[in-house]
């Protein structure tokens, strides 16, 4: 193992610890949240957005490199990433600045939905803060043969995740008030 490699791989497991826990300290409802002096909603709306955005080019990709066209595949899969990052960094700071949101069920059907959902999206999006690090590193480092195996396994839950976050907005957007 390079020795890039071994320090790209400590800072991958670094940002896969350290990502859920800021964002678990984040979202409890105990949590301090800062005054910016305006509502922040406008934020989640913005997280839908680019995670749905993230989905179109997760596909893009997908589809892009199945047709041979490795360098269109790249730049789809980086600005994903990069698009993925940003992100991070507006669910961020809008969980530290809104109180939590629960959802609004008018039923216990829509309740459970939600919930599992919900539970589902939050683990999934904990396991690829370091599959899709792993995936784009391997990919960058031209490291092709470890980039497929790892691929095949990061597209489809980075693909559940984007596309649950946008669902997950889209049932509890109706709550912001």
């Not at 047709?67 to 991070?88: C, D, P, R, T, W």
């Not at 790892?150 to 649950?164: D, G, M, S």
């Amino acid at each position: 193992m390079l020795k890039n490699e071994k320090l790209m791989t400590r800072l991958i497991w670094g940002a896969a610890i350290l990502v859920p826990v800021v964002v678990g300290t984040l979202t409890n409802p105990s949590f301090p949240k800062l005054n910016v002096g305006f509502d922040t909603h406008i934020f989640a709306t913005i997280s839908a957005c680019i995670n749905f955005t993230v989905t179109l080019l997760l596909i893009a990709g997908y589809v892009l490199i199945r047709k041979g066209e490795q360098e269109l595949h790249k730049k789809a899969m980086l600005s994903a990433f990069i698009l993925s990052i940003v992100f991070l960094v507006s669910y961020i700071f809008y969980h530290s600045t809104s109180p939590t949101t629960y959802h609004c069920p008018e039923s216990p059907v829509s309740k459970s939905l939600y919930l599992i959902i919900l539970y589902s999206h939050i683990g999934l999006s904990a396991i690829i803060v370091p599959l899709s690090c792993f995936s784009v590193f391997r990919g960058l480092t031209n490291n092709f043969e470890k980039h497929r195996k790892i691929a095949k396994i990061t597209l489809p839950l980075w693909l559940y995740v984007t596309i649950t976050g946008v669902i997950v907005y889209l049932m509890i957007s109706p709550c912001y008030n």
